[in-house]
């Protein structure tokens, strides 16, 4: 049988070949930005604390907490660091008073026993890499217990789990890390110059143990049904709106607290605290429930949010449970809501809170469901295969670009990659894509065939040469067997009648010799052979432009490319997003303007942080804003709702 630490990191590895670090690397950046702080030593602790960035590696109830603590008992608490960053005290010494005496302060400014200081030992562990990543790495109690359940060990309690993890840690890095030069090339190829360059390996020891246990990279997820109510109230308001999963059973207390927490565990708790005493049978299926939600359902699973048998949302798990005490549903966990209302019932797991799905029709319809993205690209490349050359129209920022360049790699290449970076390389490298922009300037002599003077014997003399078109058009014709793509980005911005000339012809006559003004080696003709594909992008708010013609439209598919707020993660942002698309109804909108023409696009949105948001605001989304009030697209009465409303949301 093959050690399963062994088929861990060879999984960890392949994933490594095929999308580097993928999306883990923020810990490495953040490490290099960071590393040796909190410093103890600044006068004022409380800025210290709040300057620095913690991405996800704390829960946001454990930074808020910090952030208060500081604020309000920035001395004592600042004491608290002094001994846990202290190398003279034993490790698991620091972890215990760290939290014991974080509490005592916490307790000072809340007294109520049922809300949680939040300064547990992921939360240290976090300040303590921060500090010294190169002794110490980030931990979380799921990936741990998964760990020590995959060697055959039994989990430490509370407060001694991660000095425990540590160890584990350490022995995990000598006898299969540092042996294997493969890994260690792998990663330190995959590693930017300008992060932390973790010589010890204790970062990415953790990132294979989690992406691996908590993330199950590599392996089959699984389907969940989560029930919104408690019978009286629904919770999926709450689910919805703030990125959640959640479920009731609050006299439970936080189950990370819990020692050896297990489904004979959860049942003794449910017991003791009244619930279902005179039905053993319902309390058992109750704690498996619990049981499930708490362990068994894992980062990257697919929940559906459901209220009987109607599905309200579908979503995948994005972290680990937390218990938030003052929420009435306080076991949580964060999820990444992809569909919400569809058209979709789902009659398994009736009168259950927590349920596994296994129907495979009830699975196939899921995964339909979240493949919209890819179905309406499919839809895409097929309009392509068909029409031969289509333009994506919308309003700036919706993504018109982007869109075109993925249609171009899925049509070209025979390995499709999620890694924007890798995308963007291998379409910059392959010989099969082109891509060019039109301007007002843009003639037929540059992008078709033109005149170039050269110099022979001190004689200037004129000859004529292949363009951008020409060019690709007779490479893809002595390549039939590969598709060909060409992006031409803000078509309309150039006079296309003229641009194009005869090509008006070819376009829609592929494999035809039509005749050029210009001959290249005594042949006038050009060809557009079949697997010669065209996208076009227009931006349709932009009025400075002209319309194309009919005998132009003919020859093109148009496809609206519109905003879509459902790409939006930052929830400032997805409000702000809100705001602005007010703008665009009727109210402010001018009369002889469709609203999907000239509305916002969703890229304006998408940002890490609220200070990124601000500067969008201020030097993207305000200057377009006014410009449409000034140049008709907006009426007067828009400006004075920009001001109100827009221009100091942030």
């Not at 000095?163 to 890390?177: C, G, S």
Request: aromatic share 10%.
């Amino acid at each position: 049988m093959l050690n399963p630490l062994v088929v861990i990191i060879q999984k960890y590895k392949d994933h490594i070949r095929e999308h580097s670090l993928d999306d883990e690397l923020y810990k490495w950046e953040l490490l290099g930005e960071f590393r040796g702080r909190p410093n103890v030593d600044e006068s004022n602790f409380y800025e210290e604390i709040k300057s620095i960035k913690f991405h996800n590696l704390i829960y946001h109830n454990g930074i808020a907490v910090s952030r208060h603590l500081a604020k309000e008992r920035m001395e004592s608490y600042r004491e608290c660091f002094k001994k846990l960053f202290d190398e003279d005290i034993p490790l698991i010494d620091r972890v215990r008073y760290f939290n014991e005496e974080t509490l005592k302060i916490y307790r000072e400014l809340v007294p109520d026993e049922k809300l949680s200081h939040h300064q547990d030992e992921r939360t240290l562990a976090t300040f303590l890499t921060y500090h010294n990543p190169d002794k110490y790495t980030l931990y979380k109690s799921s990936f741990y217990e998964k760990y020590c359940e995959l060697i055959g060990l039994k989990n430490k309690i509370k407060n001694e789990k991660y000095v425990h993890y540590l160890d584990l840690v350490e022995d995990f890095i000598e006898e299969y890390i540092k042996p294997d030069q493969e890994l260690i090339d792998l990663f330190q190829n995959a590693l930017p110059a300008n992060v932390y360059q973790d010589p010890n390996f204790k970062i990415l020891a953790q990132d294979i143990l989690y992406t691996s246990l908590d993330k199950k990279r590599g392996e089959e997820k699984s389907f969940w049904r989560i029930g919104t109510s408690d019978g009286k109230i629904s919770y999926w308001d709450i689910m919805r709106e703030h990125n959640k999963i959640c479920i009731g059973w609050p006299e439970l207390g936080d189950l990370n607290e819990t020692e050896s927490t297990d489904k004979k565990k959860i049942d003794e708790l449910l017991k003791n605290e009244g619930y279902y005493v005179d039905n053993n049978s319902l309390r058992s299926r109750k704690a498996g429930e619990i049981f499930n939600f708490y362990s068994n359902i894992d980062i990257g699973d697919i929940v559906l949010a459901q209220d009987g048998s109607s599905v309200l949302g579908i979503g995948i798990v994005t972290d680990v449970y937390i218990f938030d005490e003052k929420e009435g549903f306080p076991h949580q966990r964060d999820v990444k809501w992809k569909v919400e209302n569809p058209d979709m019932i789902n009659k398994e797991g009736l009168q259950t809170t927590v349920y596994e799905i296994s129907d495979l029709n009830t699975v196939r319809k899921i995964e339909e469901l979240l493949n919209k993205d890819v179905q309406i690209m499919n839809e895409l490349i097929n309009l392509l295969n068909y029409k031969k050359q289509v333009i994506l129209q919308g309003p700036p920022g919706t993504g018109k670009t982007y869109t075109a360049k993925n249609i171009a790699e899925q049509m070209i290449s025979d390995t499709v990659t999620e890694d924007k970076k890798k995308q963007k390389e291998n379409l910059e490298k392959s010989e099969q894509f082109r891509l060019v922009q039109f301007h007002p300037s843009y003639s037929y002599e540059d992008f078709v065939r033109g005149i170039t003077a050269i110099s022979k014997g001190g004689q200037i003399e004129y000859e004529t040469e292949n363009k951008v078109l020409a060019k690709f058009a007779k490479k893809a014709k002595g390549d039939q067997d590969n598709n060909y793509i060409l992006i031409i980005d803000e078509i309309n911005r150039a006079n296309l009648p003229s641009v194009l000339g005869e090509l008006i012809y070819a376009l829609e006559y592929r494999e035809e010799k039509v005749e050029s003004m210009y001959a290249v080696d005594k042949d006038a003709a050009i060809v557009i052979p079949d697997n010669l594909y065209i996208i076009g992008t227009m931006n349709t708010a932009d009025r400075s432009v002209g319309h194309i013609d009919y005998a132009i439209k003919r020859r093109f598919a148009f496809v609206n490319v519109l905003p879509n707020e459902e790409v939006i993660e930052n929830e400032k942002a997805k409000e702000l997003f809100r705001i602005v698309s007010a703008l665009f109804e009727k109210e402010y909108l001018a009369s002889d303007f469709d609203k999907r023409e000239v509305q916002l696009g969703h890229s304006y949105f998408l940002v890490k942080d609220e200070q990124e948001l601000k500067m969008r605001l201020d030097y993207e989304i305000l200057p377009i804003l006014h410009e449409y009030v000034k140049d008709g697209l907006l009426l007067e009465t828009a400006k004075e709702y920009i001001d109100k409303n827009i221009a100091n949301f942030v």
